[in-house]
């Protein structure tokens, strides 16, 4: 998850209000508080802060709940609705036509125009990718070893330093594609060179899309350099790379929506599939540790692991889901983005065994472990004894330990599950998000 340090702090002031027996103004002033150290501690600028939770305090004391809802209902909605607010719109994203890639060295563009194809070639649309970065060393090799790894159309000419000659050329070679990705070159600044070549770039291209790349870890930074942009290029919109890895995303985020420039996608990994189109709604519910389910069925739809998802976020979790979960993890990420997605759980503490992303080591074995156990001992762990655990052993090519070991971890994971079930429909959480997003 993202801003874990943020979510984990909104989400302790939830908290706070749902175990309040009374929702009064010393709950409201106290939930304030925590909202304000939160958001300050992601990096978010004091200014927009205070007038975001001035927003927020002024509605909890003034506005009355609606009909059939409790107090600490009606205040946790009240900061979910300013916090999407707070961050925009959602902006979609034309999957046709061409799209241009801007920014300075370090943010990350020449991967996230990787990312971006494969978030295009997942809608089924024909993708092709044009190195125009003559500047940086290398640029071409990485792009071109990229489209070879997703399998798209790559363009680019090789010790060429002329960007407007090698996207010419480009287009005419792309001229079959929906979209078409241009990568350009970045610069330490925007300087009168790099305006010159991305204004000629947008004019040879005729772009549809002119995309800000930015790093997460700029903070409130982003705000001058997506201005900037903005009047050199008429930007339309923002790509926010590496926030998984940084403090200051939620300064990245803020900054870019009080420009003016809406955030379309983020980055939230270095792999491929850690890229999703932005949209504020669903980002703050992850936050709040609301969930996502839409997101998770969408990941695991595409990992093939629908239905296990299906099972985890109904509650109900054996080794063949546990199964299907080392299966996709490579795709759908690990147990704790899992549970990120259901509503109500995403402040959950993970014991360490069942994250399964620092597992890789074992996952091989403990794959072939679970395929040397029956149909029903895969539904049934519980009938699990030591002449069961020696045959499994034995057939599995590993030791007793190992089996015995998986076990822990899978018995962790089922206790984690048996909380989401029981859960996430009887808690206050549960019920509000049944009751103003369509969840339970």
């Known amino acids: 998850m993202v801003l874990d340090k ?4 909104l989400r302790a002031a939830l908290e706070k209000v749902t175990r309040a027996g009374l929702v009064d103004r010393a709950v409201v002033e106290e939930l304030i508080k925590d909202i304000q150290r939160a958001l300050l501690s992601g990096d978010v600028d004091v200014k927009l802060v205070f007038e975001l939770t001035q927003k927020i305090k002024k509605r909890a004391l003034d506005e009355k709940p609606q009909a059939g809802v409790t107090g600490r209902e009606h205040i946790i909605k009240i900061v979910y609705d300013e916090l999407v607010a707070f961050l925009g719109k959602k902006s979609d994203i034309k999957l046709n036509g061409k799209i241009l890639l801007c920014g300075l060295f370090g943010s990350g563009k020449t991967t996230t125009a990787g990312k971006l194809a494969r978030f295009c070639q997942k809608k089924g649309v024909r993708v092709g990718l044009i190195c125009c970065d003559a500047f940086r060393p290398a640029a071409y090799e990485q792009l071109q070893q990229i489209s070879e790894q997703l399998g798209v159309t790559f363009f680019g000419i090789k010790g060429e330093k002329d960007s407007a000659k090698i996207l010419t050329e480009g287009l005419k070679k792309m001229a079959d594609k929906d979209i078409i990705i241009i990568d350009s070159s970045g610069r330490n600044a925007l300087n009168g060179e790099m305006i010159d070549e991305i204004k000629e770039l947008n004019s040879i291209s005729n772009a549809d899309e002119r995309l800000l790349v930015l790093p997460a870890d700029i903070g409130q930074a982003a705000k001058v350099q997506s201005e900037e942009f903005q009047k050199a290029l008429g930007i339309t919109g923002v790509i926010i790379t590496k926030l998984d890895g940084t403090a200051k995303g939620g300064g ?40 996502d389910l839409q997101s998770l069925l969408e990941k695991a739809k595409e990992s093939g692991a629908e239905e296990s998802a299906k099972a985890i976020a109904s509650g109900r979790f054996t080794l063949s889901e546990f199964y299907s979960q080392l299966e996709a993890m490579q795709k759908m990420g690990p147990l704790k983005s899992v549970l990120d997605s259901i509503p109500g759980f995403g402040n959950m ?21 679970i395929q040397s156990m029956t149909m029903q001992e895969k539904e049934n762990p519980e009938l699990m004894d030591g002449s069961r655990i020696k045959r499994i052993a034995k057939g599995s090519g590993v030791t007793e330990p190992d089996v015995r070991e998986l076990l822990k971890a899978f018995e962790q994971s089922k206790k984690v599950m048996k909380m ?18 369509g969840f339970g």
């Open 6 to 9: 943020i979510g984990e702090g």
């Open 252 to 291: 990245a985020l803020t900054a870019c929506a009080i420009s003016g420039a809406p955030v379309k996608f983020i980055g939230t990994g270095e792999k491929m599939e850690a890229f999703e189109q932005f949209d504020p709604e669903r980002f703050i519910s992850r936050l709040l540790g609301l969930g």
């Open 349 to 369: 503490k993970m014991p360490k065994e069942t994250d399964l992303s620092k597992q890789e080591g074992k996952m091989k074995k403990w794959k072939y472990i």
């Open 420 to 437: 989401v079930s029981g859960g996430s429909k009887r808690g206050i959480m549960g019920k509000m998000m049944k009751r103003f997003k």
